[in-house]
């Protein structure tokens, strides 16, 4: 223990969900999708329609078109949103404690990670955070590419290899680096 530290500064055996926070489906439906749901649509099996027959069926709202990748990963797909023509790649992680929300003509490109949920860092209780991930229309985010929670992506906005984005990423700029910074237009 470091002496410099009057207490624990996190306390993880203590750590309880808080009250306001509900996973937004009913505990079958949850457990489905763990046992069945999910282990399907992270597959390598290679196919779009079946994944967005899956991922409907589980309550997510999916456009016409698009490309869905194997290996794709979503927490709770009854907060997914998915445009028309949207592209999720390979080894995409959806962590969707809280809605995400893409616009159409969104590409999310391979093993990109967007995360709705945190824990206050500033907390003994280690209290989750959960804010909605926003990306709007034409909005490409590049591969191994992060995105915090709350974070909004702007129409035409590009979020460059492996840049690790956090709130309002402005129309048509390119951000990159971590934390992403804007480089330049589109």
């Known amino acids: 223990m470091d002496p410099l530290l009057p207490r624990p500064v996190q306390d993880l055996g203590h750590y309880r ?12 439906r949850q457990a489905l999708w763990l046992l069945v749901g999910l282990p399907l649509l992270a597959s390598e099996l290679p196919g779009t329609p079946w994944r967005q ?9 999916i456009g016409a078109g698009g490309r869905l990748k194997p290996r ?5 797909p009854w907060r997914l949103v998915v445009g028309d023509h949207c592209w999720l790649g390979e080894a995409v992680w959806i962590d969707n404690l809280a809605s995400v929300t893409l616009g159409d ?8 990670y967007l995360c709705t949920g945190n824990h206050d860092v500033r907390s003994p209780g280690f209290e989750l955070k959960v804010a909605p991930i926003l990306i709007d229309n034409d909005a490409w985010i590049a591969a191994q590419a992060m995105l915090a929670p709350g974070t909004q992506v702007g129409a035409g906005a590009v979020v460059a290899l492996a840049a690790v984005a956090s709130g309002l990423i402005e129309p048509g700029v390119i951000v ?5 910074l804007v480089v ?3």
């Open 184 to 186: 330049g237009r589109r």
């Open 176 to 180: 990159a680096g971590h934390p992403a």
């Open 105 to 112: 003509r969104v590409c999310i490109s391979q093993g990109a």
């Open 17 to 28: 969900l808080p009250s306001w926070w509900t996973p937004g489906a009913p505990r079958w």
């Open 53 to 61: 027959w899956l991922l409907r069926l589980f309550g997510a709202q």
């Open 72 to 76: 794709l990963r979503v927490k709770c």
